[in-house]
């Protein structure tokens, strides 16, 4: 399979209140908008909210968001009164996490990798 483009879709259960988190608190910035949705830039992808759900995100969903700094950003959340999950740490795989949830509760993981971290290097062998 060549894949050209990807997104994740969200049908949220209230999708005005979910538009302005994404939109005016996480700041994200929007690839496009349609009748009934609107698809926002995820770095390297896209989410589209789009429709209304009827029961909400799984426990077993949730976003990865890589940020810069990962303590500026959930700090700036906390003052937006977004609902912190855990607290920016050192995981032992080595990546800097704090996780928040959005306004139906869908899981996200703010993300900042530490300089020498694996993940920073090309693995592949030459």
Do not use: C, K
């Amino acid at each position: 399979m060549e894949v050209l483009n990807s997104r994740v879709i969200v049908r949220p259960l209230d999708p005005e209140r979910s538009l302005r988190f994404y939109r005016d608190v996480l700041g994200l910035a929007i690839a496009r908008e349609f009748p009934g949705g609107t698809v926002f830039f995820l770095g390297q992808g896209f989410l589209e909210l789009s429709g209304r759900g009827e029961h909400g995100p799984s426990p077993d969903q949730a976003l990865w968001l890589q940020v810069r700094d990962v303590r500026a950003e959930f700090d700036r959340l906390r003052e937006f009164g977004v609902p912190a999950e855990s607290e920016p740490t050192r995981r032992p795989w080595g990546l800097d996490e704090a996780w928040i949830a959005d306004p139906d509760g869908l899981r996200i993981a703010l993300v900042e990798i530490p300089e020498g971290h694996p993940i920073r290097f090309d693995q592949r062998p030459r």
